[in-house]
């Protein structure tokens, strides 16, 4: 939902001006302990659910009223799709006579980001994102989304000496490689970076032409994962990455960078049996401009949209 429906600006929209939205997880896998009250709340909703017969389950939409009266839900293979969760929400805001809420209020209810998803308000100039894609089959709609800042430092390793000609090679230092390649994994229930291992993270850099202006690097890279995917089995990921980047020689700043592997190998097993799966990953350093501006959409050229 969030590359598609999520991403819908009138959906947004409705969103933070008539509703508190609220992500819960069902992954307790991955979590720590829910609390009892939290326990007690989620099985209140579900036993009101079917004593109205509401449709609900682990992946749904709800809409709860703040006497805590479920209003309505909406499961995922409607809600993910634009045409349906938009009249949905607007039925609800008319029926229910909702008003807007104070703008003082969708900003205080904000959810501060995670580390893998830094801030778009860039008070520290010195630091730049990095937007990193992975699609699990090359056909498929299962699509996530990750932002990792690097340090000005970081984005410098990218960069050739001041002297270099073209034809000079340099690796980027492996703690860099393997920081951005720990989200390589595949969109699915598992959704932590950190219980990754990067088994091989290589980048190698080479200037492929250089002017007064202007440096071009060229990018290729190879890269081994492992994570989780659940007991006895774990996955394991392969991936050969090409790309370019572009510095500005007189600033000494990296303006571009783009990597791409649109043929990357995913495999896991069931029963014993090897189950093959073909990915795309793309990594994109965010320009300075949109970085800067809260409001600029995402972009998705490498991809096209779907949902993890």
Not at 89 to 108: F, V
Not at 158 to 168: C, N, S, V
Not at 259 to 288: C, T
Request: aromatic content about 6%; overall charge positive.
């Amino acid at each position: 939902m969030r590359v598609s429906s999520l991403s819908h600006p009138r959906i947004r929209e409705l969103i933070s001006t008539y509703f508190v939205p609220v992500l819960v997880s069902r992954d307790d896998y991955q979590r720590d302990p829910r609390s009892e009250d939290e326990k007690a709340e989620l099985l209140r909703i579900d036993h009101e659910c079917t004593r109205r017969g509401l449709k609900g389950g682990s992946v749904c939409v709800f809409l709860i009223a703040a006497n805590g009266d479920v209003l309505a839900t909406q499961q995922l293979h409607q809600a993910c799709k634009p045409e349906k969760l938009l009249p949905f929400l607007q039925q609800i805001i008319a029926e229910q006579k909702l008003t807007p809420r104070r703008a003082e209020a969708i900003r205080a209810s904000i959810a501060e980001p995670t580390d893998s998803q830094p801030s778009r308000d860039r008070k520290e100039t010195e630091n730049n994102f990095i937007d990193i894609w992975t699609r699990l089959d090359v056909d498929g709609n299962r699509l996530s989304h990750d932002r990792v800042k690097l340090t000005a430092a970081q984005c410098k390793a990218f960069l050739p000496p001041i002297d270099a000609q073209p034809g000079t090679s340099w690796d980027i230092p492996e703690e860099i490689a393997h920081k951005l390649f720990q989200y390589g994994y595949p969109p699915g229930p598992q959704w932590r970076a950190k219980d990754c291992k990067v088994l091989k993270g290589t980048l190698k850099a080479t200037l492929a032409a250089v002017s007064n202006e202007e440096a071009r690097i060229r990018l290729e890279g190879e890269l081994r994962l492992k994570f989780p995917v659940g007991k006895p089995t774990e996955g394991r990921l392969t991936a050969h990455f090409v790309g370019l980047a572009c510095e500005d020689r007189k600033k000494q700043m990296l303006t571009s960078l783009m990597l791409v592997s649109e043929q990357a190998n995913y495999v896991w097993y069931w029963q014993g049996k090897p189950q093959p799966r073909k990915m795309q990953i793309a990594l994109e350093l965010e320009p300075l401009s949109r970085t800067a501006d809260p409001s600029s959409p995402s972009p998705a050229r490498h991809l096209p949209s779907g949902s993890r």
